[in-house]
């Protein structure tokens, strides 16, 4: 479990990547300063409004964390336990997990140039810092490896999901690539293992409303007009297992899952769909979510280039008797 920390969702950021305001703090291993923001209230002292605001962080834990100095205002200035507090403005601080279990797999970089890097992620590998991992992403990886600083994910897989993942190398020129994502001009494709259902009529379109279920991380298919739309192929069938192509023609959390549970066909050692199953640790590497991202695919918008990248990795095709 991640050591007590200050990150909360919506108010700090811990990939480093928020631009608008610059950072007092250095990186730090690959992993920029986490922020927050302190709003306009009646707190006596700032660690007052600490203590209100992160009630699951031990209030030992925020004291000493303010007498270490390890919390700083948009100059630098390090905050005490005794500080007064003062609204409508950043404090900014390195967040802290426990030592993170050290996921055995390379990240191959697949391509680079001035532009941007496209990696090869492995399963169980985290695309950015969060909740329980720090260290173990492949941002901060590439980071730390390659020695960029400024490196910026342009979208992300889930830490389950292996495959191609893009990288952008320039600030100035991420929101180019982001508004592709964004406009849905990024072609992706992805393969994936599931039982075969000879009742399933393929190819099709799967399209549904996608919602994230109350109080929960996971998604569902709800009735309404659709937000999400999936083609999906079947490439070959062994022993009841099929592997099939899927082409996402939207960018919904967890959508590839969902879609593939909705047809009664879950992908292989999926612990989320069709039902959460209990949190493991550690990670069992012998049983990777059979889904990869294989290729994407798109128009440079600064260079006019078409781009093509895939993955090298293989799913366990074919299965095992």
Sequence with gaps: MPRPG??????????????????????????????????????????????????HVPPDVLRARLARGDIV????HAQRPSSPYTARRWLWYYREVSAEAPVPFDLPV?????????????????????????????LTRLRRDLDLPE?????????????????????????????????HKVEKEYEALAPWRAELSLPLLRRSRLRQRTGHFTMQEVPGEPNSATHIELMAEERGLGRYRLRPHTGRKH???????????????????????????????????????????????LTGARRRFESRRRLQWPPDA
């Design 151 to 183: 490196l910026s994910p342009l979208h992300r897989l889930d830490r389950d999901t292996a495959g191609v993942l893009l990288f952008c190398l320039r600030p100035e020129s991420r929101g180019a690539y982001q508004t592709l994502f964004q406009t």
């Design 6 to 55: 200050l990150a909360r969702p919506g108010l700090a950021r811990p990939d480093g990547l928020n631009a608008a305001i610059r950072a007092p703090l250095p990186m730090r291993g690959g992993v920029g300063p986490s922020r927050v923001y302190l709003p306009e209230g009646d707190w006596v002292s700032l660690l007052d409004f600490l203590l209100e605001r992160f009630p």
């Design 73 to 76: 205002d948009a100059a630098g």
């Design 255 to 301: 959508q590839l899952r969902v879609h593939m549970s909705g047809l009664g066909v879950p992908i292989r050692n999926d612990g989320f769909y069709p039902e959460l199953l209990p949190y493991a640790e550690p990670d069992d590497f012998s049983r990777p979510l059979q889904l990869l991202a294989r290729a994407i695919e798109f128009t440079d918008p």
């Design 110 to 138: 697949l391509f680079r140039d001035d532009l941007l890097v496209a990696v090869d992620k492995p399963h169980f590998l985290a695309s950015i810092p969060g909740g329980r991992y720090l260290q173990e992403t492949a």
